[in-house]
């Protein structure tokens, strides 16, 4: 399983995330990279340019380290993709750039064995971790928008930041949001990392 424990990995981690507008895929980044820098690390996030509208493909990039990050470019060849929409997967710049380990977080009820299949075994399934993201947004908050949930997902399988940090990142950027809207986020993370997942 490839896996990076928490402050134990000695490489820059690039993340590049994929979804389509209105899912929030540039606050799942900024999320990201925020908890990340509360765990003391250096961390950046920015999304692709380009006109975000409503059901278009979005990707947005982070990437963590535990020095200073001085590229600036896209993420072209990641160590984690996040997908928080299974239809993405058709789309080739979802698999662009992908190396022999990089691992797949994606918003799916198959398991992994079934997309690995899908995707004709370009990515191992012992390196895909699928949660059905889409449902427990529905259940915690009612609507589908799976950024906060798949990240509790990522932070499950990997151990970069802890749960509690990424709790404390989302008070922080949906502070002018309202406290409901904070509690609902923080327990649709907390299900989503509590998920029982048939982990290969």
């Keep these: 399983m490839a896996c990076w424990h928490n402050k134990k990995f000695n490489i820059m981690i690039q993340v590049r995330i994929h979804g389509r507008g209105g899912q929030g895929v540039v606050t799942a980044a900024e999320l990201l990279a925020l908890a990340a820098f509360n765990d003391g690390y250096f961390a950046q ?33 990641p160590d984690i993709l996040i997908v928080q929409d299974a239809s993405l997967l058709n789309e080739k710049e979802v698999l662009f750039g992908i190396k022999k380990n990089t691992q ?20 191992k399934s012992a ?25 509790g997902a990522f932070i499950r399988r990997n151990k970069i930041i802890k749960l509690e940090t990424l709790l404390k990142a989302v008070s922080q950027k949906f502070a002018d949001k309202g406290e409901a809207l904070i509690k609902k986020n923080k327990s649709a993370i907390t299900a989503a990392y509590n998920y029982v997942h048939k982990e290969k």
């Design 45 to 77: 996030a920015f999304p692709a340019f380009g006109v975000e509208r409503s059901g278009a493909p979005i990707q947005s990039f982070v990437r963590i380290n535990k020095q200073a990050i001085i590229t600036r470019e896209q993420v072209q060849a």
């Design 104 to 123: 797949l977080i994606i918003n799916s009820p198959l398991e992994s064995k079934e997309i690995s299949k899908l995707l004709k075994n370009k990515i």
């Design 127 to 151: 390196n895909i971790y699928s949660t059905p993201a889409t449902d427990i947004a529905l259940h915690w908050l009612g609507k589908n928008i799976v950024n906060t949930v798949i990240l």
